[in-house]
């Protein structure tokens, strides 16, 4: 079965950096999309960033310039480079992939187990 495994999470002081990373564990399915969301206590789950095939890039409101999403070169990884982080970041995030089997002819929705990103003040 098919898995999405992030890292990268942890504690910071603000106005620091973490590197989020999220791998799709097989490579048989052909990924549409990669996005991180987050969701911080008390609040709805929101975008935080999405890279699509064409390496398109769409980011959450006042995120861009801060954070920024990539894919490595085999494409099954994705990145969140985050600076200057501030103590509202703080939240799980989670990784989706958009996949499609072309061997089941299905489009496939999975997310990661997510990882804490705590900023202190």
């Known amino acids: 079965q098919v898995q999405v495994v992030e890292s990268g999470g942890g504690l910071v002081q603000a106005g620091g950096s973490l590197r989020l990373s999220c791998v799709v564990s097989e490579s048989r399915f052909t990924i549409n999309a990669m996005g991180w969301y987050r969701q911080a206590p008390g609040k709805q789950r929101e975008l935080v960033a999405r890279?699509?095939?064409?390496?398109?890039?769409t980011y959450g409101d006042s995120l861009e310039g801060r954070f920024t999403i990539s894919r490595a070169s085999a494409e099954n990884t994705a990145f969140l480079q985050m600076n200057s982080l501030k103590p509202d970041d703080t939240a799980v995030y989670s990784c989706?992939?958009?996949?499609?089997?072309?061997?089941?002819?299905?489009?496939?929705?999975?997310w990661g187990q997510g990882t804490l990103v705590t900023v202190s003040s």
């Open positions: 989706r992939a958009d996949l499609f089997d072309d061997h089941d002819n299905r489009y496939l929705e999975v």
């Open positions: 890279i699509n095939r064409g390496s398109r890039t």
